[in-house]
């Protein structure tokens, strides 16, 4: 049983991680055909999202806290907030939290509310970040419900090979000289640029990996204006989940590399930030195109922007998911060498697909699973501490997971 146990874990540490694969000691025999040939597209040395280009900042500040004048949901130190929102963002006379534009030397990379966040000082101006400032960013700004908040910030900090030491990582480009509590022993932390970590192929508006030489971070209006006729203006589920087939049905034709993974859902969760997080009390929360365009095109929040007013939590994003997805519903697998297309059957998701019957709750736990299976570690050379990894995404998310019947693996 144990030697199951850790076969399944390599599999999926190399599905998160594929260095696992060249690591002595590792039969890569036992690993699909098109995890073993993963490493070759991650981002690294002077390619794109690699070290040498990575914008760099000698001076890093942290995040503003939000503070007593101006508290926003009072989310401070990675804790739980108010969750109360409809105020605006940022506060009148706030001027800690003004909009910047990034320079040269910030880091900013695939995933617009977060760049937002940072050009209005709510994360890190430079671009490096902490889990903390995570999950109280999410929670001031946009209202995200603090268990959401918990998981997307284990997620971007594992995933991309953040550092558990430091609780710190790039939200774009490979700065590991600035995230790493030793670089020498944790090897490479790609931040959010990692391919096939949190970003991943068929994204809204990013371009996938290995058709672009390794810019996968970069906005491409190309497929802004794609995604605006798709929806007509109007960024709703349904135009959504249509655009989310088409852009599928691009990456499976274009990229020989193409790989739909169950991590991908959560390309469905971040779609749905377009129609849950980012329209404003003052447009009566419709996600039309200005206020879309002033988050994908500018990177700022609208003008007189007021947030969301209940908490957007695990369940909310859960049923989102499900909605988007069986509304048009696409294969999770991958292209493979003989330009066939490999199904894919992990835990809720069998020959490729996700049955219409799951319930959100099923749903919820295969997140939790995700989340949990795929964090052996952010160590890529001598040191593994995969039980210190585990036990990391443990305590930050088991108590809400648990409440929803999802096995808690043991440490």
């Not at 995040?63 to 949901?73: D, E, L, M």
């Not at 371009?207 to 810019?215: A, I, P, R, V």
Request: neutral net charge; hydrophobic residues 35%; aromatic residues 10%.
């Amino acid at each position: 049983m144990k030697n199951i146990a850790a076969l399944s874990l390599l599999a999926a540490s190399a599905s998160a991680f594929p260095w696992v694969v060249d690591q002595a000691g590792v039969d890569s025999s036992l690993l699909p055909k098109h995890r073993r040939s993963w490493k070759r597209q991650q981002s690294g040395g002077g390619n794109a999202g690699g070290p040498a280009t990575c914008p760099f900042n000698a001076n890093h500040v942290p995040a503003a806290p939000v503070t007593s004048q101006f508290p926003y949901n009072n989310a401070k130190d990675g804790k739980q907030g108010n969750g109360k929102g409809g105020y605006q963002v940022p506060a009148p006379g706030d001027t800690a939290h003004t909009y910047k534009a990034p320079t040269a030397n910030d880091i900013r990379g695939p995933c617009p509310g977060l760049n937002v966040a940072a050009n209005y000082n709510f994360l890190s101006r430079d671009g490096i970040t902490t889990f903390n400032e995570l999950v109280d960013a999410q929670q001031n700004v946009y209202n995200v419900g603090y268990d959401l908040a918990q998981l997307l910030a284990v997620l971007g900090l594992t995933l991309t090979d953040g550092d558990l030491v430091t609780e710190k990582l790039s939200i774009g480009c490979d700065a590991t000289t600035r995230t790493s509590v030793n670089p020498a022993l944790t090897g490479s932390e790609p931040g959010l640029d990692g391919h096939n970590k949190f970003e991943a192929d068929s994204s809204l508006t990013r371009n996938d990996f290995f058709t672009h030489g390794g810019d996968n971070f970069s906005f491409n209006r190309t497929l802004f204006n794609m995604m605006d006729t798709t929806c007509k203006s109007n960024f709703d589920i349904n135009g959504l989940s249509l655009y989310r087939q088409q852009r599928w049905a691009q990456s499976q034709a274009e990229n020989p590399n193409f790989f739909f993974g169950p991590l991908t859902l959560l390309l469905y969760g971040a779609a749905s930030f377009l129609y849950e997080l980012m329209p404003s009390g003052s447009h009566n929360y419709a996600p039309d195109y200005d206020t879309i365009y002033s988050f994908f095109v500018k990177e700022q929040l609208p003008a007189n922007w007021i947030n969301r007013v209940a908490p957007y939590t695990n369940n909310d994003v859960t049923r989102e998911i499900l909605k988007m997805y069986l509304l048009n519903p696409v294969l999770f697998g991958g292209n493979t060498a003989d330009g066939s297309f490999d199904a894919l059957n992990f835990g809720a998701i069998k020959n490729g697909k996700i049955s219409p019957s799951i319930t959100p709750a099923e749903t919820s736990c295969l997140l939790y699973q995700l989340t949990t299976g795929q964090i052996p570690s952010y160590l890529n050379g001598v040191i593994t501490p995969t039980v210190d990894a585990l036990a990391f995404a443990l305590t930050k998310l088991s108590p809400s997971f648990k409440n929803l019947g999802c096995p808690i693996p043991l440490t």
